[in-house]
């Protein structure tokens, strides 16, 4: 089947630990995104990719790291310098960068 | 003013009848209007796209631009338990890079009753 997965779909942190979420799409998209979503908030874009090797910051980008080194994955870390890091997470892709963007399930990341 | 405004209701309704989402916007340089359907700890799925003003009809769902007043509709038809979600508009427009960005309403949620 083809989609866009992420993993895992709870994840847990301690304080100042780094945790890095996973994001794999079989969907030949060349552009990436990751979201956050906070309860009652509408989606911030935290960090996108057009091409491997390539990525932008978004609207939110402090406190995260990202890395594309394979057309099909985009990891983000969640970094110790991110305060605020309780939240649903969302990874997308689009064909191009120009066309509609499809999610993924999400991760819910919270903090111990 | 943000960018996106969308009333958040919730908005509860009994099966069968007609609901009415909408969303105003403030940039003119938005090119793109899509709705998307968010079921409680999903991710959203695309409902609706449209890019021009006037209306686009997909079985129950109608989405309907008015780019003069800056302001796009969802409409559902004979609504039924399993449209109970969260829709989100979103509108897009340009990064520095060349690539379409997604700027998001905070989302209604809607809960049809049996």
């Known amino acids: 089947d083809g989609g866009i997965t992420q993993s895992p779909k709870y994840l847990f942190r301690k304080e100042g630990q780094n945790v890095t979420l996973s994001c794999e799409q079989n969907?030949?998209?060349?552009?990436m995104y990751w979201y956050r979503q906070d309860p009652g908030q509408g989606l911030r874009l935290i960090y996108y990719?057009?091409?491997?090797?390539?990525?932008q910051k978004g609207d939110i980008a402090e406190g995260y790291s990202v890395s594309r080194e394979k057309k099909e994955s985009f990891p983000l870390t969640v970094t110790s310098a991110q305060k605020n890091p309780t939240a649903f997470y969302l990874c997308?892709?689009?064909?191009?960068?120009?066309?509609?963007?499809?999610f993924g399930p999400g991760t819910r990341l919270l903090v111990l | 003013q943000k960018e996106v405004e969308q009333d958040p209701g919730p908005l509860s309704v009994p099966e069968g009848a007609i609901v009415s989402l909408n969303c105003t916007y403030s940039?003119?340089?938005?090119?793109?209007f899509m709705w998307y359907r968010q079921y409680s700890r999903k991710g959203p799925e695309l409902l609706m796209y449209?890019?021009?003003?006037g209306n686009k009809e997909d079985g129950r769902f109608t989405a309907q631009v008015d780019k003069s007043s800056k302001y796009i509709s969802l409409f559902i038809r004979d609504s039924q338990p399993s449209d109970s979600a969260t829709y989100l508009c979103?509108?897009?427009?340009?990064?520095?890079?060349?690539?379409?960005?997604?700027?998001f309403g905070k989302g209604t949620k809607l809960t049809v009753n049996p």
């Open positions: 990719s057009q091409i491997v090797n390539d990525f």
């Open positions: 940039n003119s340089a938005f090119q793109y």
């Open positions: 969907l030949n998209h060349d552009a």
């Open positions: 449209t890019y021009s003003s």
């Open positions: 997308a892709s689009s064909l191009s960068g120009r066309e509609t963007q499809y």
């Open positions: 979103a509108m897009t427009t340009l990064t520095q890079g060349g690539s379409e960005k997604l700027v």
